[in-house]
């Protein structure tokens, strides 16, 4: 199957390595030589660039507008694509945008599954991402050789695009609560004159814990900004939250809070840092030393 892999980012990069690994015919793009670099397969820096007859595409770019103009701006790979080609669109967005990429792949003949994923930097490179997706039966069978290899879980959510995306919206609602959570309690901690890594010893082997406390605050006692998921991704994502809840007429006052505490991690300059280091934030406001910084 001709199948290319558009976002060669921190999960991009392991999806697309698991497609090429087992056996599918994958070319990479993304516009940076060094995500091209870290790739083993073919790649190209311009979607128009896509070999001829692709039949399927897996999209992991930041946005809708990224998404949007890698399918379908003036140099998307849509005129590339097979007949009846599917895009699997796994850049987190609103539900409208998800719609109207759907109606536009409509009109040009192409299937498209909306389909938001899970699972970070280690879930893709593991082939063990979760896919929370929405789209007809024809979609889902055309995308069922990229899904196999990248996925361990896909979840059904109905025929209209859209819903996929709003899962995952609901779904980064707690996450980004999740790991604003964190960087409190062990600011907190810190703060009160806790050892962070006793404090991280004990979160973890007690009913308080999260997932996104263990991971995310590994990074912090490790003094680890590297940006598998930056500040600004949830700045981006808790605002999807807000914008969604308006839009609902429904009230979000934790998601709120947490949106305004990457926005002020994000203004002192910390948005392309790990998403753990909002915890800077309460840095700014505390003066805590965090690990290997006393």
Same mark, same amino acid.
């Given at each position: ?8 980012? $921190? ?19 993304? @516009?940076?030589?060094?995500?091209? +670099? ?12 896509? &070999?001829?007859?692709?039949? %399927?595409?897996?999209?992991?770019? *930041? ?5 949007? %103009? ?12 097979? @007949?009846?080609? *599917?895009?699997?669109? $796994? ?25 938001? *994923? ?42 209209? @695009? ?9 779904? =980064? ?22 050892? &962070? ?12 814990? $999260? ?8 990074? *912090? ?26 839009? $609902?007429?429904? &009230?979000? &006052?934790? %998601?709120? =809070? ?9 203004? =002192? ?21 965090? @690990?290997?910084? +006393?």
């Amino acid at each position: 199957m001709k199948t290319a892999a558009i976002g060669l980012g $921190s999960m991009g990069l392991g999806a697309a390595r698991n497609l090429l690994a087992k056996g599918l015919d994958v070319t990479g793009c993304d @516009p940076a030589e060094r995500a091209r +670099g870290a790739f083993d397969g073919a790649s190209v820096a311009c979607a128009a660039d896509l &070999p001829d007859g692709t039949q %399927a595409v897996l999209v992991l770019t *930041v946005n809708a507008a990224q998404a949007r %103009a890698a399918l379908f701006g003036p140099e998307g790979c849509a005129p590339r694509l097979a @007949p009846g080609a *599917v895009l699997i669109v $796994s850049a987190t967005m609103a539900p409208a945008d998800a719609r109207a990429l759907a109606a536009e792949a409509g009109g040009r003949g192409l299937l498209y599954l909306d389909a938001p *994923v899970s699972g970070g930097a280690t879930g893709a490179a593991n082939g063990a991402l979760t896919v929370m997706a929405s789209g007809t039966a024809e979609a889902f069978a055309a995308a069922q050789p990229v899904l196999d290899r990248i996925a361990t879980k896909v979840w059904n959510l109905g025929k209209a @695009p859209g819903l996929g995306a709003t899962m995952k919206v609901v779904h =980064q609602l707690l996450a980004g609560v999740h790991i604003a959570t964190a960087a409190e309690a062990m600011a907190l901690g810190i703060k009160a004159g806790l050892d &962070p890594a006793l404090i991280y010893g004990v979160v973890t082997g007690a009913a308080g814990n $999260s997932w996104m406390f263990g991971n995310r605050m590994a990074h *912090v006692l490790a003094g680890d900004e590297t940006p598998h998921s930056a500040v600004n991704i949830f700045v981006k994502d808790l605002g999807l939250v807000d914008a969604l809840a308006r839009e $609902s007429n429904f &009230p979000v &006052p934790l %998601a709120a =809070q947490a949106l305004q505490l990457f926005v002020s991690a994000a203004a =002192q300059g910390h948005g392309g840092v790990d998403d753990a280091f909002v915890i800077r934030a309460y840095q700014a406001l505390t003066g805590i030393t965090l @690990p290997g910084e +006393g």
